[in-house]
């Protein structure tokens, strides 16, 4: 078999609500924070504001 074959996603809930990937220990997204995830992991963490101070917008699809 192929041990770079593609796992398919598994994930549970925490005790508040929220998504997490048991096996990296990563939440996806918190019922009270999802907007904050976005900003620290997008916005800030690719550095746009520095990149684009230009746009009037800017689209993230995940």
């Excluded at 925490?14 to 999802?34: K, N």
């Excluded at 904050?36 to 689209?59: H, K, N, S, T």
């Amino acid at each position: 078999m192929n041990s770079l074959a593609i796992q398919p996603a598994y994930w549970q809930t925490g005790e508040h609500g929220e998504l997490f990937a048991p096996l990296y220990g990563d939440i996806y997204a918190s019922r009270s924070s999802a907007w904050g995830q976005a900003q620290a992991v997008f916005i800030e963490g690719c550095e746009l504001p520095m990149r684009a101070p230009d746009l009037p917008c800017i689209r993230l699809l995940e």
